[in-house]
């Protein structure tokens, strides 16, 4: 447990509400690639700002050269930082829910699930983009801090693993970004409303609550795996995240690109198979054709191997990221089952006779 002086534990709170102001300034100052998203019928498409790669790479050149902060200062002060993090949370809810007009729902539902699809900070900056621009470079912060921690407390003696563990966490934001504008056809920007739900997620549960390994292992040494293993331990988990990566990448770009270009083959090699009743269309081929949410099945591979990188294979912590993604997926793919179901009736009924599986080939 690192001790901390007043000063910095007050600083420790603050520190999420100026990266926060520091990224939304960065991503309002910066060029951006602006494009269309996708629209409901009958309206116009939503207009984003796409630069969030651009935001991480500054934010971790930033911190990387130590401008007025330690590299393992987000370490240092996390507990601090998530509960500073938690109160801008309710804060920037009670902004944007609130000044949206009241609905005919409970309002316990408004507050946790929002009011309007789309909010807007100032004109042109998208509220649900700039939130996954700051979740994900605070969560690559927090990984590369945890790291530069690490090395500080063990030199010669550090975890091989953990430093690849946060080179996965960095990789995997820095690649979001490069496909950034897939995210605008997911279900997350086009239906979910701006409420604490999605707020908190973005602002604590993403960035300080999905590296949760890294707050406790970081203070242990290497685990006690022969260094002839490393090979094998190390390569191992990057294989497994590799694949993990081709999954779920693969399959939430063969779906942007249908909805894009329903005609176009996907990498020039994957046919858009389809089941329709010339009003709805389901994707069923490909990746979709294998499992009903085969997106979900990549990420949690990610998860495995990034648990795998830890090496600490019988602490609890070690595992909790993944166990906790796999509980979740499992439990949104019953959600998502109930939406579809209703959404598509019986082409639905059709999609799961012909693809059975619902997240794991040829499992479950």
């Known amino acids: 447990m690192v001790e901390l002086t007043t000063m910095e534990a007050v600083a420790g709170f603050l520190t999420p509400a100026i990266l926060f102001v520091l990224m939304l300034a960065l991503h309002v100052v910066f060029p951006a ?14 207009q984003y700002r796409l630069n969030g790669g651009l935001v991480l790479l500054v934010a971790l050149v930033i911190w990387w050269f130590e401008f007025g902060t330690p590299m ?15 109160a801008l949370s309710v804060v920037v809810s009670l902004w944007l829910v609130y000044r949206e007009p009241a609905d005919a729902r409970n309002a316990l539902v408004q507050w946790l699930e929002g009011r309007a699809r789309n909010a807007e900070f100032m004109r042109g900056t998208d509220v649900k983009m700039f939130l996954y621009i700051f979740g994900g470079s605070y969560l690559a ?20 693993g953990l430093y690849l563990h946060s080179a996965m966490w960095v990789w995997f934001v820095a690649e979001y970004f490069c496909f ?4 605008l056809y997911t279900f997350d920007i086009i239906e979910e409303r701006v409420g604490f739900k999605l707020i908190v997620g973005c602002i604590v549960v993403y960035p300080c609550l999905y590296p949760v ?8 040494p290497a685990p006690a795996i022969d260094p002839a293993y490393n090979t094998l331990w190390l390569g191992g988990a990057a294989v497994v995240f590799l694949a993990g990566w081709i999954i779920t990448r693969g399959a939430n770009y063969q779906k942007y690109t249908f909805k894009r270009s329903p005609e176009k083959v996907f990498l020039g090699l994957i046919e858009p198979t389809t089941i329709t009743d010339d009003n709805k269309t389901i994707l069923c081929g490909g990746f979709w054709g294998v499992t009903r949410h085969m997106n979900y099945f990549g990420e949690i591979l990610l998860a495995l191997g990034m648990a795998l990188a ?55």
């Not at 200062?73 to 500073?84: D, Q, S, T």
């Open 213 to 220: 390994a890294l707050w406790f292992l970081a203070d242990l």
């Open 33 to 46: 690639l602006r494009v269309d998203g996708y629209s409901h019928p009958n309206t116009a498409p939503a």
């Open 180 to 183: 950034e504008r897939v995210q």
């Open 141 to 160: 912060l927090n990984a590369v801090s945890s790291a530069a921690y690490h090395e500080g407390a063990f030199g010669e003696s550090a975890n091989l």
């Open 310 to 364: 830890l090496g600490h294979y019988t602490s609890f912590w070690n595992w909790i990221y993944f166990v906790y993604l796999t509980v979740f997926f499992i439990v949104r793919e019953r959600i998502d089952d109930r939406r579809c179901a209703a959404k598509y009736g019986g082409l639905w009924d059709e999609y799961r006779a012909t693809t059975k599986r619902r997240l794991i080939p040829g499992l479950y």
């Open 72 to 86: 393992d200062w987000l370490w240092r002060v996390k507990w601090h930082a998530i509960a500073g993090a938690t």
